[in-house]
């Protein structure tokens, strides 16, 4: 189902759907790619958001000569051959090599590409959907720029959708619509495809729509249409139980969820958030139970992973709550903008003769603000008696006892 995707694929700036911080008038890359002087960057960024078709455009703007590796399948001695040809043509030619996935290059692997970087023997764009601050190595990092792709917002899908319409001449219902920007996620090509199929449906019953029946038929089940308004109104039920420390309501609202078709890695996104907003540090395992979680969610995929999310999921819930750490980092937030002229304590300056006191030569403590003068009696963080917040309390009442008056201020932590 790759043709109306290729068809779709942007052959100008104005196609581009989504990513006007890079590819709008005046921003950088767009800027590099019409005056066809490239540097060497890495495009990051989720799937369908549009790194490829970035790639398609280079090509139609500029006079590069381009190689196209894939990491998941290029062997380092096929690259060696064009970095070789690069080297001897520098300065005739303009050598653009593109590797696609490159994260799949281990962190030597990557070193390939350091030699003709750093003497501009070509230019090397990476893609990759994984973090390049952790896959790719602090040399090569180094010596390229990460250009940053962000997800493709539901107004973006539903702008692609507009013209996908217009080729397959079968239209949608805002329902239809709805469902298809809700479980795409932000993804371009997945979106597109979906369609495709959903019009081949159509067709198939005589239509030229879209509909509530046409989404019956592809899912399989009456109930399997998903709106906005559903979303939002599940979500916040969902969320709501587990911070009331319900697991059967959650585990209810997640089911439904999943009946409807949401993508169960925006799930496991929102447990990650409410292990710090909603639990914090009355149990930090939380965190590493959620994050773990979002990690099994990508790696197991439908429907297996639903049994790590149910885990985790009965896990939060019966955890401990505290918003302690996030009702500091509000306050602090808010304290940081009203005093952007306060200067940091020289004590604290990393510069010769600072004044500044190494705690681990006198015991691993000194009873001493390390806030500017003029915050010197601000408390943020307010710990609370509950879970392993509470060990977290009394270690700080006995560390500042004396300096800052803890005892006053935690008649209000639970307000």
């Known amino acids: 189902m790759s043709g109306l995707s290729e068809i779709l694929r942007p052959k100008t700036f104005d196609d581009i759907v989504g990513q006007n911080h890079i590819l709008g008038k005046g921003a950088i890359l767009r800027i590099a790619i019409e005056n066809g002087e490239l540097f060497s960057m890495i495009f990051y960024g989720p799937p369908g958001c549009g790194k490829t078709s970035t790639m398609e455009l280079i090509k139609t703007y500029t006079d590069y000569e381009v190689y196209h590796f894939n990491g998941a399948f290029a062997s380092v001695s096929e690259i060696k051959k064009i970095l070789e040809y690069a080297k001897k043509v520098k300065g005739i030619k303009k050598i653009l090599i593109f590797v696609d996935e490159i994260h799949r290059f281990n962190k030597k692997q990557q070193d390939v590409f350091l030699p003709g970087v750093e003497a501009g023997d070509y230019v090397l764009i990476g893609a990759t959907t994984e973090n390049p601050y952790k896959m790719i190595n602090e040399a090569l990092l180094s010596r390229v720029r990460v250009i940053a792709f962000k997800k493709l917002t539901k107004n973006d899908i539903q702008a692609l959708l507009n013209k996908a319409k217009e080729i397959q001449r079968v239209s949608l219902t805002e329902e239809a619509i709805s469902f298809i920007s809700n ?9 597109i495809n979906l369609y495709e199929v959903l019009s081949l449906i159509a067709k198939a019953e005589g239509k030229d729509i879209i509909d509530k029946e046409i989404l019956s038929l592809y899912s399989g089940e009456e109930k399997y249409v998903y709106n906005d308004k559903e979303h939002y109104n599940l979500a916040s039920a969902f969320i709501k139980s587990i911070r009331g420390s319900d697991p059967d309501a959650a585990l209810y609202y997640m089911a439904r969820m999943i009946e409807g078709g949401e993508d169960p890695r925006f799930i496991a996104r929102r447990l990650i958030i409410l292990a710090s907003e909603d639990i914090g540090l009355a149990d930090p395992m939380a965190l590493l139970i959620a994050t773990s ?20 999921v009965i896990y939060l819930s019966s955890a401990p709550k505290s918003n302690s750490s996030t009702k500091a980092l509000g306050e602090a937030m808010e304290v940081a903008k009203k005093t952007r002229d306060v200067n940091v304590p020289r004590n604290l300056l990393n510069v010769p003769n600072s004044g500044y006191q190494y705690p681990h030569e006198f015991g691993g403590f000194i009873k001493k603000s390390y806030l500017p003068k003029e915050l010197n009696d601000k408390i943020f963080y307010v710990p609370k008696s509950i879970g392993k917040e509470k060990k977290i309390k009394e270690i700080l009442e006995t560390l500042w006892k004396g300096v800052k008056n803890y005892e006053n201020i935690s008649k209000d932590e639970n307000k």
């Open 183 to 191: 479980v795409s996620n932000g993804d371009a090509r997945f979106a």
């Open 293 to 312: 979680t979002a990690y099994a969610v990508d790696y197991v995929g439908l429907p297996e992973c639903l049994l790590n999310l149910s885990e985790c």
